[in-house]
């Protein structure tokens, strides 16, 4: 079985621009999870997914970003308008509906480098 | 809220000893423990996880934990470190019906020849 996709694997881009991730979660899976990682803050859970829908947003820095899962094999993180501190490696992972007791599995990340 | 934490961001050992990486965690409730590993440019892969069975958990690539209610620890070890141990980890925790982790800082693991 294919693991957790991302796309793109690397993104630079300018102040100011839109920015979109993608992740395809493991099928069969019923939560996705969003995660930032920085030198600074670590491992930051954003959002997570149950059955498409958002159950915790908490975790998102603020109203520039906002996420989506359209359908059980797609989901976004956009980042509009972006800015430098939110370089960072982006992970997306999922596990299956048995929740905590189940494992997380990564995708490869994200590595935005926003100028 | 539950939270964990790692004693020591960078820990290096020779090639051959034993690893021991630390973690001790906070929860008001029973907790589920993990230990994940992550290699340069990688994602972060299951190394091991605890979930109130038995205490003595026993993972992939040789390593082990030991759920230490009455010091509030999971450290994690293995009797001989070889080269390809060289990674970050992390220890996580959550609480039983809660699907989200919490990670600690993490701790750098460098293996000496």
């Known amino acids: 079985d294919a693991g957790v996709i991302q796309s793109p694997r690397h993104e630079v881009t300018e102040m100011g621009q839109e920015v979109t991730l993608r992740c395809k979660p493991i099928?069969?899976?019923?939560?996705l999870f969003w995660y930032r990682q920085t030198m600074m803050r670590g491992l930051e859970l954003l959002i997570y997914?149950?059955?498409?829908?958002?159950?915790?947003d908490s975790g998102m820095p603020e109203d520039r970003f906002s996420a989506k899962m359209p359908n059980a094999s797609f989901s976004t993180l956009k980042i509009q308008p972006s800015e430098p501190r939110d370089s960072a490696v982006y992970f997306c992972?999922?596990?299956?509906?048995?929740?905590?007791?189940?494992?997380?599995?990564f995708g490869p990340g994200t590595r935005l480098t926003v100028l | 809220a539950q939270s964990v934490t790692q004693l020591g961001s960078h820990v290096s050992v020779s090639e051959g000893a034993l690893v021991l990486l630390r973690c001790n965690y906070s929860?008001?409730?029973?907790?589920?423990l993990f230990w994940y590993v992550q290699y340069p440019n990688q994602g972060l892969q299951l190394l091991l996880k605890?979930?109130?069975?038995?205490?003595l958990v026993k993972g992939i690539n040789g390593f082990e934990a030991e759920f230490k209610k009455s010091e509030t620890s999971f450290h994690l070890t293995k009797p001989s470190a070889h080269m390809s141990d060289a990674a970050e980890y992390f220890c996580?925790?959550?609480?039983?019906?809660?699907?989200?982790?919490?990670f600690g800082t993490g701790t750098r693991l460098t293996i000496i020849p």
């Open positions: 992972a999922s596990s299956s509906a048995q929740g905590s007791t189940d494992t997380q599995y």
């Open positions: 099928s069969g899976h019923d939560y």
């Open positions: 997914f149950n059955n498409n829908v958002p159950i915790d």
């Open positions: 929860s008001s409730v029973p907790p589920y």
């Open positions: 605890y979930t109130s069975a038995a205490t």
């Open positions: 996580a925790v959550s609480d039983y019906g809660n699907e989200k982790l919490t």
